[in-house]
Nanobody
Framework: QVQLVESGGGLVQPGGSLRLSCAAS????????MGWYRQAPGKQRELVAS???????NYADSVKGRSTISRDNAKKMGYLQMNSLRPEDTAVYYC???????????WGQGTQVTVSS
């Protein structure tokens, strides 16, 4: 099992940047696929980006070219660097860890990102 805690959200102006962090604790972090999801009011939760244990990344079209997902297995940390932020990026962002051996997802509590002038 793994516990996840996000940080780094906040209010930012359009065009600005934020770096979200996800601290993991518990079992072997390196085997998990990590992901960032977001949920805006009235909308379904959607995948923003993911990174496998081997470092293969995947991005939603809406953030491709503006965001970078990374991980540090030694520190049990995951990151999402977001640049050129837009008002439509406003949402609660959730860290996700997926254990492929037992097909189980784990979620953080979420961190609010608000893009507004």
């Amino acid at each position: 099992q793994v516990q996840l805690v996000e940080s780094g959200g906040g209010l930012v102006q359009p065009g600005g940047s934020l770096r979200l962090s996800c601290a993991a604790s518990g079992s072997i972090f390196s085997i998990y696929r990590m992901g960032w999801y977001r949920q805006a009011p009235g909308k379904q939760r959607e995948l923003v980006a993911s990174i496998t244990s081997g470092g293969v990344t995947n991005y939603a079209d809406s953030v491709k070219g503006r965001s970078t997902i990374s991980r540090d297995n030694a520190k049990k940390m995951g990151y999402l660097q977001m640049n050129s932020l837009r008002p439509e990026d406003t949402a609660v962002y959730y860290c996700n860890a997926y254990n492929p051996f037992i097909s189980t997802n784990y979620w953080g509590q979420g961190t609010q990102v608000t893009v507004s002038s």
